[in-house]
C-alpha cells in the first residue's frame, strides 16, 4: 500500500489544503494528515483544535488519516510505513523553502522523497494567514474555509494575528 504524509501547521484548514488532500488520493492508497505542533508559528488554535478541524473537513474523504505530529518528520514519516511526503506548491515563492526541506530531509533519512503537488488556480493565493487576517477584520469566509471553520475562526475574533 503507497501512503503518503502530508504534513504542516493548519492553522486553520483550508480549501487550499482540502485540493492537496484530495489530490494526494490519486497518488497514494492512503494519506495521514500529520498536524504539526509548530511552536516557532506560535498557531492561532491549539493542537488539538487543529487536528479536530482537519478530522471534520476530511471525514467525507475515504483513505484519509489525520495525526497530531511533533518532532523530526522522517522519523514519522519512517513509523508509518510511508512512501513520501506530501507539499503544496503554490508559487515561485514556496519553492526555495520546500527545496530546501526536501533535501535536508533527505540528508536526515536515505529514501526519503517529497512530491509536490499544486492545488487549483483559484487556491494559489490562499494562505492560513490570509484567512486569519481577513477574519479578525470580519470578512466573509465561506470561499476560503469550510464553514466550521470559519465559524471557529469567526469565535476567535480579536484575537491578535500574529
Ligand atoms: P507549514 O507550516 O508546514 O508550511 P501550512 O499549513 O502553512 O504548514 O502548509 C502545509 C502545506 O500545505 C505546505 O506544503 C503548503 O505549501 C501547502 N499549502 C498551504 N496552503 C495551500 C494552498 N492554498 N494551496 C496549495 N498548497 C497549500
Known amino acids: 500500500m503507497k501512503i503518503g504524509v502530508y504534513p504542516g501547521t493548519f492553522d486553520p484548514i483550508t ?3 482540502t485540493d492537496i488532500i484530495r489530490r494526494s ?11 504539526a505542533l509548530s511552536p516557532t ?8 483544535e487543529r487536528v479536530d478541524m482537519v478530522r471534520l473537513v476530511t471525514k467525507e474523504l ?4 489525520v495525526e497530531a505530529f511533533q518532532g523530526l518528520l522522517v522519523d514519522f514519516v519512517r513509523d508509518r510505513g510511508a512512501r513520501a511526503v506530501i ?3 503554490r508559487a515561485i515563492s514556496d519553492f526555495e523553502y520546500e527545496f530546501q526541506m526536501a533535501l535536508v530531509n ?15 488556480e483559484e487556491y494559489t493565493y490562499l494562505t492560513s494567514s490570509i484567512i486569519k487576517e481577513v477574519a479578525s ?6 470561499a476560503f474555509v469550510h464553514p466550521l471553520v470559519g465559524a471557529r475562526l469567526f469565535g476567535r475574533r480579536g484575537t491578535k494575528v500574529s
Open 137 to 142: 477584520l470580519g470578512g466573509r469566509l465561506d
Open 62 to 65: 475515504a483513505h484519509v488519516d
Open 87 to 89: 507539499r503544496g506548491l
Open 15 to 17: 480549501h487550499g489544503h
Open 106 to 120: 533527505r540528508k536526515l533519512a536515505e529514501g526519503f522523497e517529497t512530491v509536490f503537488l499544486t492545488p487549483s
Open 25 to 35: 488520493l490519486r497518488v497514494f492508497d492512503k494519506v495521514i494528515v500529520a498536524v
Open 41 to 48: 508559528k506560535r498557531p492561532m488554535f491549539d493542537l488539538a
